[in-house]
């Protein structure tokens, strides 16, 4: 059965660093796009960064482009979230998301099929 668990959030204060992990079981994670997505509070799902599986091509919302990196682990079947210079504005609960049919990733959640459950992260002193 193809599974995505998320792990890694917390609190953090402004200025802080964490670094989300989505591992896969049941599938090869290297063979499908795999997109990071947010969701705050009364906000919609936004995509904050994705990776392809055609060449590792990386993407970034334009609000965490510099302070975020998204990379993968084709070994241990997982993609993390590198998130430094955090903000409280990035609040929120983090998913990741696969889906084999995209050949160059993309920003837009309602691409994926496939979604963790997601993890808790809070920026605050």
């Known amino acids: 059965q193809l599974q995505l668990v998320e792990s890694g959030g917390g609190l953090v204060q402004p200025g802080g660093s964490l670094r989300l992990s989505c591992a896969a079981s049941?599938?090869?994670?290297?063979?499908?796009?795999i997109g990071w997505f947010r969701q705050a509070p009364g906000k919609e799902r936004e995509g904050v960064s994705c990776?392809?599986?055609?060449?590792?091509?990386?993407y970034y919302a334009d609000s965490v482009k510099g302070r975020f990196t998204i990379s993968r682990d084709i070994a241990k079947n997982t993609v993390y979230l590198q998130m430094n210079s955090l903000r409280p504005e990035d609040s929120a609960i983090y998913y990741c998301?696969?889906?084999?049919?995209?050949?160059?990733?993309?920003?837009?959640?309602?691409?994926?099929?496939?979604w963790g459950q997601g993890t808790q992260v809070t920026v605050s002193s």
């Open positions: 998301a696969a889906d084999l049919l995209l050949v160059v990733a993309t920003l837009g959640p309602d691409e994926y099929e496939y």
């Open positions: 049941g599938f090869t994670l290297d063979y499908y796009a």
């Open positions: 990776i392809s599986s055609s060449d590792g091509s990386t």
